[in-house]
């Protein structure tokens, strides 16, 4: 398996399209199944039918299909067989135009705007209209007890304040309550792990889940084979997402910048295994290198 074939058919790639002018993701899939057995020229990869089957989970039919389809488009051709299998090379040297980015881009920004008008529209549904609004007039007002202004436009609830100072009545005053509103103000979006309603809108994604971040077996097994067992992947992984989605971390290779990720936390691993271990002394520390040594408990430890 090369890196650099991975890394092409999974982002350098050009992308087919079907009849209708939308991407060929059956293709792409059988194009990076491949990938995953070729030379780092992209040469060498001969893997069966039944293996891309497998890989993909396509029929027999659809993969033949789409092997002869990327074989029409150019990305790959035959160079001979082997054990009954042809054997392929991928056309490294051919790059998607950075103009796929940039529609994909200006695509999600129309859809964000598209949320938020009909979010608009919502709200605007639920107002009242001012000729639904029935007014009472100030002269059908007949309770005992209510005062009207002037403009016979707002009526206070009166009642009897004695003032410490004069121990007069004062019966204008307006009642007023502290009494808690019926409805509590509510945010759209506020939930551990998730994203408060802002810039982005409640329902947007963070850009690693828009790009569609996954965890593949073959990084799987590339973090495996360079750093064996010292890297937990699938809690790196998990770190590595969550990093990124608070951050709104925009990358234009996230599979790159999840091999990175991996390295330093190897890094960091070995660093930490290879700190000296202490024990207490008096006046301080010091490093031991035999951990049954009665004296590493002196001191309390």
Request: charged share 25%; no cysteine; hydrophobic share 35%.
């Amino acid at each position: 398996m090369s890196i650099e074939a991975v890394t092409w058919a999974m982002d350098d790639a050009p992308m087919l399209l079907t009849d209708k002018g939308k991407p060929d993701t059956t293709a792409r899939g059988v194009l990076q199944a491949l990938a995953e057995h070729a030379h780092k020229d992209g040469g060498g990869a001969h893997p069966s039918v039944l293996r891309l089957q497998y890989r993909t989970g396509y029929d027999r039919r659809t993969v033949q299909r789409a092997l002869r389809r990327l074989e029409t488009g150019g990305l790959i051709a035959a160079t001979g067989e082997t054990n009954g299998r042809t054997i392929w090379k991928l056309a490294l040297h051919l790059k998607r135009p950075e103009s796929d980015w940039s529609d994909l881009e200006r695509l999600e920004e129309d859809e964000r705007k598209a949320a938020a008008e009909r979010k608009r529209r919502s709200r605007s549904k639920q107002v009242t209209h001012s000729a639904s609004v029935t007014v009472t007039d100030s002269a059908s007002v007949t309770e005992e007890g209510v005062t009207h202004s002037a403009s016979g436009g707002h009526a206070f609830e009166v009642r009897d304040v004695t003032h410490s100072a004069s121990g007069r009545h004062a019966l204008n005053a307006a009642l007023t309550t502290n009494e808690p509103s019926v409805q509590p103000p509510t945010t759209d979006r506020a939930d551990v792990g998730g994203q408060t309603s802002g810039s982005w809108g409640p329902t947007q994604n963070a850009p690693i889940d828009d790009d569609g971040f996954t965890l593949t077996d073959s990084m799987r097994r590339w973090a495996l084979d360079t750093f064996g067992p010292a890297v937990d992947v699938a809690h790196e992984t998990a770190l590595f997402i969550d990093h990124h989605r608070a951050n709104l971390s925009r990358r234009p290779n996230w599979p790159a910048e999840w091999q990175k990720w991996i390295r330093r936390s190897a890094k960091w691993a070995s660093e930490r295994a290879n700190r000296p271990q202490l024990r207490a002394v008096s006046g301080g520390w010091q490093p031991y290198t035999n951990p049954t040594d009665p004296s590493v408990y002196e001191n309390g430890f």
